[in-house]
């Protein structure tokens, strides 16, 4: 079965400071992942896919197959990111094609 | 236009009202998905529309009709709430790229509070 595990609820750091958001996933297929942000008030919005291998806004995150893990990582954290960070599994199977199965999220808090 | 919208923003009703939901997306997306968020945990899948047919229903209860008039609209008529179903309702589309990478952008989302 697909799962999605965000082990960290609460993850403060403060500015400037590195810090990366763990996800651990179980998936019998062929994984995709991403990351999503939702700022306070604001839409969920795609932060990273692993596909693309690129850096959004200082974040990275790279795909694990070993360790079944997708972290997402900046080296120096601004205040701005703070934000709820979820990481998202994508379905790749027949009835549920498309579906994303979410982790329950990490809220990250910036200190300045 | 890259967006998905959502109308109304906000929306107070009381359990014996019937109102509509409505999301529209101009990306030519052919899946589009309603999700339901409760404050600080992650959306849960509602419905999933391909190709304009309702292809899952996570055994949301009857009073949550999803309506799919075109491959740009989505709508989720209620009726007959429960408190318990105040929520951010956020609707999603995806272009359903087969064997590909395949992205859901996400509404703002309309705040719901049943009364």
């Known amino acids: 079965a697909q799962r999605v595990t965000q082990p960290e609820k609460l993850l403060s750091v403060f500015k400037g400071a590195p810090v990366e958001l763990k996800c651990n996933y179980s998936y019998s297929g062929s994984p995709e992942l991403f990351w999503y942000v939702q700022y306070s008030r604001q839409r969920l919005q795609l932060l990273l896919r692993h596909i693309s291998r690129e850096s959004i806004k200082g974040f990275t995150a790279d795909l694990n197959k070993g360790e079944t893990s997708f972290h997402l990582k900046k080296p120096f954290a601004q205040e701005e990111d703070s934000a709820m960070y979820y990481c998202?599994?994508?379905?790749?199977?027949?009835?549920?094609?498309?579906?994303?199965?979410f982790g329950r999220g990490t809220q990250l808090t910036v200190w300045p | 236009d890259t967006e998905v919208t959502q109308t109304p923003k906000h929306l107070v009703m009381g359990m014996t009202n019937k109102k509509s939901l409505k999301c529209e997306q101009h990306?030519?997306?052919?899946?589009m998905y309603w999700y339901k968020q409760k404050a600080k945990k992650p959306p849960e899948l509602m419905f999933v529309?391909?190709?304009?047919?309702?292809?899952i229903n996570e055994s949301v209860p009857s009073r949550f009709s999803p309506e799919c008039p075109n491959s740009s609209l989505l709508n989720l008529h209620l009726h007959a709430l429960q408190p318990e179903d105040s929520a951010l309702y956020l609707c999603?589309?995806?272009?359903?790229?087969?064997?590909?990478?395949?992205?859901?952008?996400f509404g703002p989302g309309t705040r719901l509070t049943v009364l």
């Open positions: 990306m030519g997306h052919r899946a």
């Open positions: 998202a599994l994508r379905s790749d199977r027949g009835s549920t094609l498309g579906r994303l199965y």
């Open positions: 529309y391909s190709y304009e047919k309702l292809s």
């Open positions: 999603a589309s995806s272009a359903l790229n087969r064997g590909r990478t395949d992205t859901q952008y």
